[in-house]
């Protein structure tokens, strides 16, 4: 009897182990690594680095810290380290540091939960850092624009009427006005009973504005998002936990046979 309870207790204190332990697992394995922090003195052309000067910190070109000089000659004072993100994978990638563009003499190794450490850069000669990849951007559509319609315009003729003369006004129909004057006016040129003054004056068509067309906005694409350095793939996560549970399952069947055998 004895023998059960102690069986029973150890199940029961290998199930709550087992729980605690795929918890821990998940909160450790989903955390971010700790950055690599660097402090210590910082030249550029044989002076130490004026203030505002800019440390940039690569892995495979990829920017990954960068901390700006606040005293002159000396970089990552009070607590302000040029951190270094990176993950678990990056154990043993090299640093490469730049000073305004500048690559400096030393290079650091990537390592996973280090500790701040000191190192002493400089710098000198021409910028080499390589420049960030300007993102693409496409080129604004132009509104399409109506061409404008030329106006007619009236062209003065000779010819026979009232005002007639080899290079007079025309007078078409005769009612002592110019073809020129009743256009101007409204008036039919070619009417005897439209002039200017009389109560048949034609009315000037007008022409209705035509609406011009409006271009929808082209559609805008949304960024793909990049991965966070010093996040661990999730595969990782849960390989490690259903190996573990595996585990457990394993250690609960070998105890039910024993209690079985019993």
Known sequence: MNDRKMVTISIIALVILSVF???SMTTVIGAPALPNKFSGNVS??????????VINARIDDELRGSVTVSTDGNYGEGLNYLAVSGSKSDNGSTIIFYVNGVRANKTAVWQY???PRVLDLGAAGEPSEPEPTPDPTEAPTPDPTEDPTPAPTATETGGNGPGGGGGGPTDSDGDGYSDLDEIIAGTDPNDPNSYPGSSAETPVATEEATPEATEEPAPTEEPTPEATPGELPSAVSWYTIIGAIVL???GLAVVYLYMQKE
């Open 21 to 23: 332990t795929a918890v």
């Open 44 to 53: 550029l052309d044989g002076s130490a680095a004026p203030v505002d000067t």
């Open 113 to 115: 939960m280090a500790k």
């Open 248 to 250: 457990i399952l394993i």
